[in-house]
């Protein structure tokens, strides 16, 4: 699963932004890959590369508003064991209790200056405006191992080893595993797909802009859940 990244750049390429592609192309060579680790999230970048090259635009991505960017969580069986390949702030659940998250502390701060600004001035429409520059100051934390506020992206420029988490987990002690994006702000105690969908649906209700009890950078987040079941 890949989840790109919303495009600060504003660029289209034949009507798809570059977290659109980008998220597409991770999935699909992910697949054909056999790789895992750091050395398929090295292989994932390299193939970003390619694609910057044959769109023409590897020297606009020394500013990091161009480049695309996706994370990503590969699940694969090898052997008699499961191994999860992460990189970013999407996450996963084994057997329904045991949730990894991304690390999202530049995020979270984002999202908490947005609640802030709408609490003092009601004005929801122009709080992505507000943390624009909040968000675009995350490129400086984007693949760098020595920010305290550092986050890995595969974004074909190298994500460095620190960012890379990779599980492993005996394949007889696997039931099931959920991994989700970060449209999704409430996990359900239930693995079943509705129950995932009434847990979105109660957000919508309680929060529906997204500045109160589930604070985002964002009113709106498109949303992936995928149940594997063994």
Not at 166 to 185: A, N, W
Not at 213 to 218: C, D, S
Request: some cysteine; glycine content about 10%; charged content about 25%.
């Amino acid at each position: 699963m890949a989840d790109g990244v919303t495009d600060k750049s504003g660029r289209k390429y034949e009507g798809q932004t570059g977290g659109e592609i980008v998220s597409r192309l991770i999935v699909n060579e992910a697949l054909e890959s056999a790789l895992n680790g750091a050395v398929l999230i090295a292989y994932l970048n390299h193939k970003i590369y390619d694609l910057y090259e044959n769109l023409h635009i590897v020297g606009d991505i020394t500013d990091p508003r161009y480049r695309f960017a996706a994370t990503c969580i590969a699940v694969r069986i090898v052997g008699n064991q499961v191994t999860i390949t992460h990189v970013g702030d999407s996450g996963f659940r084994i057997n329904g209790h045991e949730v990894y998250w991304g690390d999202g502390q530049a995020y979270d701060e984002c999202a908490e200056a947005r609640a802030k600004y709408i609490a003092e001035t009601g004005d929801v429409a122009g709080s992505r405006e507000h943390i624009m520059p909040l968000l675009l100051k995350q490129y400086d934390y984007q693949n760098n191992p020595d920010q305290p506020r550092g986050f890995g992206i595969i974004d074909g420029t190298g994500t460095p080893d620190k960012f890379i988490k990779t599980f492993v987990y005996p394949l007889s002690e696997i039931k099931t595993i959920e991994f989700f994006t970060d449209g999704y702000r409430l996990i359900p105690e239930g693995t079943e797909l509705a129950e995932w969908e009434n847990a979105y649906q109660q957000v919508e209700r309680e929060d529906p802009d997204k500045w109160r009890t589930y604070k985002a950078t964002k009113s709106r987040d498109d949303r992936t859940i995928a149940i594997i079941k063994f």
